[in-house]
């Protein structure tokens, strides 16, 4: 599953070998300037487009992956862009929805490296120098833990149903057993929130988060 | 659902950023003084729930298929404050794995889903737990109504901030908004529906699991029962004008939200207070004089006709959802709940 998630993250590039910290300001950057920039200023977007682009090669990300992930994400922002001048019987708004899928398009394919270029861990380790609460990243930490358990557990129920399915439901049984399914779902994490809160105090738990400092730099 | 970069001006994501900040500020805050070593898990475990259910896919028509948002549910069971920090989280996964939402957007995001999610969604659950009673019932028909009321809550708040995003004359933001508010209408009814099930069916199985008004947090051990509203536990008086209070805001812009489409004097009024505050700088796309005009030669009957449908599309989907919330509550004690979960179980 870490692999679908960020699947060239643990490439060695040169952009991969960059400081943390780089990383994040160099995507900042480039994200504030593809929405600062004015749609009607053409040259200055393909500049920017240039960039990300440039980036993306440099850290080896497929075109053929970022293609891939650009057909997902473009329906919803091509919906809600197209609704600007779909709304107005097509007779304005255009250059706004432009904008939108502009800038759109940009911010994403920049967020779309600095995933790729960036490990969860490292990411973690980055917002603990940027001085973010502890509480609230032993919970991130915590959560990004968990989300692999409980998708093991999501995809073992959907087998449990499949298996003792013998036609198909009707949209109201399908949505019904999606939100039961939720219910159990809940149940079972609450459950496993339970034991693996008396697990860590069984390690000595007191409700404070030690880092480990050095296992950052091992890793690297 | 999520807003994209360049989608809102910088301007109003500094200003939703800020306010989302110290949201989450506090809701952190609340957490860290109200419980103990157990919290740090629970939330953790609550905020991967929310992100693995919205893997769980609702079919609407063939290729189109919905899926939770999880706000009120997430409030529901683990208390405002820690419901805050989890949608917080879900959100910003969301953005670290799979860019969904935009980074200058992310102010604005966790502001519509989470904080008007788990804050706004448990004022409206604890008021209209108090008219309907503390029971089952009165749980589950506070999540639906509360659920409805956050999404339409958000579409207004979108509705509003993306006004102020855009220099006026270009485009008729009252159309825009027509749009914008049907299509929540339904993705409101979907997520009450969802929500609704899912929130009777634990209640089915594992009543005590759900928090109960006042208890923030879980703290018991399982198999202990909650304390009822007690000495510990009871809210005081300030907390419950707060809480009427934002459960009042919450209520207003859901409602707010069908009377957008006739907001076109709205619009003037906005502009004056832009120019007042002089603040047009920040719109960084420039009005194209040529589509200026066209601006005034909207038919005017055809607007307000779309404006009244919109609004009747919002009474029907309130009615609905009341409908339903009372159908769930109803339903509760009966059996369907457990024979289905054969199927949904292991």
Redesign the interface.
């Given at each position: 599953m870490s692999d679908y998630?960020?699947r060239f993250g643990r490439d060695q590039s040169t952009c991969h070998r960059w400081p943390p910290l780089v990383k994040l300001y160099v995507?900042?950057g480039l994200?504030?300037a593809?929405?600062?920039a004015?749609?009607?200023h053409g040259p200055l977007l393909g500049l920017i487009a240039c960039a990300i682009f440039f980036v993306h090669s440099l850290a080896r990300i497929p075109l053929a992956f970022v293609a891939r992930?650009l057909f997902f994400?473009w329906p919803p922002?091509f919906l809600?862009a197209l609704?600007?001048?779909?709304?107005?019987g097509c007779?304005?708004?255009w250059?706004?929805s432009a904008?939108?899928i502009?800038?759109?398009t940009?911010?994403?394919t920049t967020?779309?490296w600095?995933?790729n270029v960036m490990p969860?861990d490292q990411?973690l380790a980055t917002l603990r120098r940027l001085r973010l609460?502890s509480?609230?990243l032993?919970?991130?930490?915590?959560?990004?833990?968990?989300?692999f358990?409980?998708?093991d557990?999501?995809d073992?129920?959907r087998t449990?149903?499949q298996v003792?399915?013998f036609r198909k439901p009707s949209?109201w049984e399908?949505?019904?057993?999606?939100?039961?399914?939720?219910?159990?779902?809940?149940?079972r994490?609450?459950?496993?929130?339970?034991r693996?809160?008396g697990a860590?105090?069984a390690r000595g738990?007191?409700?404070e988060?030690r880092w480990l400092e050095q296992r950052q730099k091992d890793q690297r | 659902m999520h807003i994209?970069?360049?989608?809102l001006s910088?301007a109003v994501c500094m200003a939703t950023g800020a306010l989302s900040l110290s949201a989450v500020a506090y809701s952190?805050h609340r957490?860290?003084e109200s419980v103990?070593?157990?919290t740090?898990?629970?939330?953790?475990?609550?905020?991967?729930?929310v992100?693995?259910?919205q893997?769980?896919?609702?079919?609407i028509g063939a290729p189109v298929s919905g899926h939770?948002l999880g706000g009120v549910?997430a409030t529901t069971?683990v208390g405002p404050w820690a419901g805050c920090?989890?949608m917080t989280?879900v959100l910003?996964?969301q953005?670290?794995?799979?860019?969904d939402g935009?980074?200058?957007a992310f102010g604005a995001n966790v502001l519509h889903m989470a904080v008007i999610g788990a804050w706004g969604g448990h004022a409206v659950r604890l008021l209209v737990q108090r008219f309907v009673g503390d029971s089952h019932k009165g749980i589950v028909v506070g999540s639906v109504v509360s659920a409805w009321c956050s999404v339409m809550a958000a579409a207004a708040l979108f509705c509003f901030e993306f006004r102020l995003s855009?220099p006026a004359g270009?485009?008729?933001f009252s159309?825009?908004f027509?749009?914008?508010v049907s299509f929540h209408s339904l993705i409101g009814v979907g997520e009450a529906?969802?929500?609704?099930?899912?929130?009777?069916?634990?209640l089915n199985?594992?009543p005590e699991?759900i928090c109960r008004a006042g208890t923030s947090v879980r703290l018991l051990?399982?198999g202990d029962l909650l304390p009822e509203t007690g000495k510990s536990s009871g809210p005081t008086v300030a907390t419950s004008i707060t809480r009427t209070l934002a459960a009042g805001l919450v209520i207003a812009l859901a409602i707010a939200a069908f009377l957008s489409p006739f907001a076109s004097s709205f619009d003037d009024g906005l502009e004056a207070v832009l120019s007042k505050l002089n603040i047009t700088e920040f719109n960084?796309?420039?009005s194209?004089p040529g589509?200026f005009e066209?601006?005034d030669k909207v038919p005017v009957p055809l607007a307000s006709w779309q404006a009244i449908a919109v609004s009747i599309a919002g009474i029907g989907g309130t009615l609905a959802v009341f409908g339903l919330a009372l159908l769930l509550g109803k339903a509760l004690p009966s059996g369907t709940?457990a024979m289905?979960?054969?199927?949904?179980?292991?």
């Open positions: 998630l960020d995507a900042m994200i504030l593809a929405t600062c004015p749609i009607t992930r994400f922002l809600m609704s600007l001048p779909l709304s107005q007779r304005a708004g250059l706004m904008t939108i502009c800038r759109g940009l911010s994403f967020a779309l600095l995933v969860f990411l609460p509480v609230f032993a919970i991130l930490a915590l959560m990004y833990r968990f989300l358990v409980l998708w557990e999501l073992r129920m449990a149903r003792r399915l949209l399908q949505w019904q057993q999606g939100a039961q399914m939720l219910g159990r779902l809940l149940i994490a609450l459950d496993r929130a339970d693996v809160h860590m105090m738990w007191q409700g988060t | 994209q970069d360049g989608v910088p952190l957490l860290k103990g070593d157990r740090i898990p629970l939330t953790g475990m609550m905020a991967a729930l992100f693995a259910g893997m769980v896919n609702f079919p939770l549910l069971v920090i989890a989280l910003f996964v953005w670290a794995l799979f860019s935009g980074l200058f855009w270009e485009i008729d159309k825009v027509a749009w914008m529906l969802i929500t609704g099930v899912a929130i009777s069916f634990v199985q594992r699991l051990h399982k960084l796309t420039p194209v589509l066209d601006y709940a289905t979960s054969e199927v949904a179980g292991e």
